[in-house]
């Protein structure tokens, strides 16, 4: 039996099949389902190889997992077969600050990761909302990012190499400890963002940046959407590149200030949340760059003046997320067409684009996001045992990927693809799409490695 093969390798303490278990192993944060067969878990390498020998030899899926915080039904057993619970491999294991690098086991939760970090003087900048609780191997499996991605790019910029279990049970390393290489084809990029469908990442070793001497926080409101989404094309094209830049539309401050009155926050059609950083000198010239493109566009700026200034107005975006389904009370959040990215100067279309669908529809829509990349979230919540309200959720979904592919743009632009988006990969990428789909065949034959996934 597999189950005596799998204990064989990891003992008994370690492999599950008890249907209790399993079932905590059954979902993701997404509504998207599945059952496992058996759950194991694994401590190195050397162990994940043996497992996947085993699955191999039995033609079994394999489903990598993290913490779970994914949103579309990534790490979920929806074809059943072996989940790894990877929460084991948790440790940092070299800090390299005279290399610049760090060296992690996929199981480091990124919150964790950056306290080590910070305490040398440096940080990892993708920096997702979930921190608190996401991996950063899944962070890496789904090419993740955050809020600093305007200035500091997205994970795919900080990984150097990966130590990755194939499907055979072979392990590679997909890059090497210099800072560039030029040699072969770059398939540490091809790892990240494959969303445990081509091998298992068991190590990665990560670039570090210095954290900056200092920062600033501004908020600018503004009258109408649109003009908020043309103060951040006009802020990007006037050379300021913030570290971050956050939208909330009318409905998520309304939600946050329902879940936090205390916070404090304006009722505008519109807000947008600034941080710049870097030198001194530097900063207070940002500012200045900031608020003269914001005022051009018709937004009212405030800079905050101290630490709870700056405190109060992230957290208040922070809370967006959990906050949605404070304006329709007794429904849930649903996600679908969440995660989206549009080229820069089209997000004041988009903006105004996604409020006309929801009215289309007869549901409210929360827009939030890192506008500064192009990258926008909605928040949809619904009755979810209403068959009329699911084909409402569907309609907005495919009205908002229409225009959004039409502008040239991407569906998922940081939560990955997993289950729910599966069926737009070959509309989204066209003949693109088959190339990958010839990847993961001569990579994965059998095609054991998180079936179901990304459409494959």
Same mark, same amino acid.
């Given at each position: 039996m597999i189950i005596e093969e799998l204990?064989?390798?990891?003992?008994?303490?370690?492999?599950?099949?008890?249907?209790?278990?399993?079932?905590?192993?059954?979902?993701?944060?997404?509504?998207?389902?599945?059952?496992?067969?058996?759950v194991v878990r694994p401590q190195t390498a050397e162990e994940i190889s043996a497992i996947v020998k085993v699955a191999s030899k039995h033609k079994v899926p394999i489903v990598p997992r993290g913490s779970a915080s994914g949103l579309t039904g990534g790490s979920v057993p929806v074809k059943g077969g072996i989940v790894l619970d990877m929460a084991s491999m948790n440790r940092i294991l070299e800090v390299e600050i005279d290399n610049l690098q760090v060296l992690i086991e996929p199981g480091v939760i990124h919150k964790a990761l950056n306290k080590e970090l910070v305490k040398h003087g440096f940080f990892f900048p993708p920096d997702p909302g979930s921190s608190d609780m996401c991996t950063v191997g899944g962070l890496i499996a789904n090419g993740g990012s955050g809020m600093h991605s305007v200035k500091y790019g997205?994970?795919?910029?900080?990984?150097?190499?990966?130590?990755?279990? &194939?499907?055979?049970?072979?392990?590679?390393?997909?890059?090497?400890?210099?800072?560039?290489s030029s040699s072969g084809y770059d398939l540490t990029r091809l790892f990240v963002g494959s969303e445990g469908t081509?091998?298992?990442?068991?190590?990665?070793?990560?670039?570090?940046?210095?954290?900056?001497? *200092? =920062? $600033?926080?501004?908020?600018?409101?503004?009258?109408r959407i649109e003009d908020a989404g043309r103060a951040a094309v006009t802020t990007l094209s006037s050379g300021v590149i913030p570290a971050a830049m956050e939208i909330m539309d009318a409905s998520a401050i309304q939600a946050v200030k329902k879940i936090d009155p205390s916070l404090?926050?304006?009722?505008? /059609? $519109?807000?947008? &949340?600034?941080?710049?950083?870097?030198?001194? /000198?530097?900063?207070?010239?940002q500012v200045q760059g900031v608020v003269a493109a914001c005022e051009k566009c018709g937004g009212r700026t405030v800079v905050a003046k101290d630490k709870n200034e700056e405190e109060r107005l992230w957290s208040a975006r922070r809370?967006?997320?959990?906050?949605?389904?404070? &304006?329709?009370?007794? =429904?849930?959040?649903?996600?679908?067409?969440?995660?989206?990215?549009?080229?820069? =100067?089209?997000?004041?279309?988009?903006?105004? *684009?996604?409020q006309e669908i929801g009215r289309k529809h007869g549901?409210?829509?929360?827009?939030?996001?890192?506008?500064?990349?192009?990258?926008?979230? *909605?928040?949809? $919540?619904?009755? *979810?045992?209403?068959?009329?309200?699911?084909k409402k959720v569907h309609a907005i979904k495919d009205d908002i990927y229409d225009v959004v592919l039409s502008l040239g743009g991407t569906l998922p632009g940081e939560h990955g693809t997993g289950v729910i988006r599966g069926s737009y990969m070959t509309r989204a990428h066209g003949k693109s799409y088959e190339v990958m789909?010839?990847?993961?065949? $001569?990579?994965?034959?059998?095609?054991?490695m998180n079936p179901g996934k990304m459409g494959m």
């Open positions: 204990r064989a390798i990891l003992g008994k303490d370690r492999v599950t099949d008890d249907p209790a278990e399993l079932y905590c192993y059954s979902f993701d944060s997404s509504y998207i389902r599945g059952s496992a067969d058996y997205t994970v795919k910029d900080y990984v150097l190499d990966l130590e990755v279990v &194939l499907p055979n049970g072979d392990i590679i390393h997909t890059g090497c400890n210099a800072p560039k081509l091998g298992i990442i068991t190590k990665a070793r990560l670039k570090l940046y210095p954290l900056p001497e *200092t =920062k $600033a926080i501004l908020m600018a409101c503004f009258d404090d926050i304006p009722d505008v /059609e $519109a807000m947008l &949340l600034f941080e710049v950083d870097g030198y001194k /000198e530097g900063v207070a010239r809370l967006v997320g959990v906050a949605v389904t404070k &304006l329709n009370p007794g =429904k849930v959040r649903v996600y679908e067409a969440e995660d989206i990215g549009v080229p820069i =100067k089209h997000v004041p279309f988009m903006l105004k *684009t996604i549901m409210p829509l929360v827009t939030y996001g890192h506008i500064g990349d192009g990258n926008l979230h *909605t928040g949809i $919540a619904i009755d *979810t045992r209403s068959e009329e309200e699911w789909k010839a990847i993961k065949r $001569a990579i994965d034959p059998d095609g054991i």
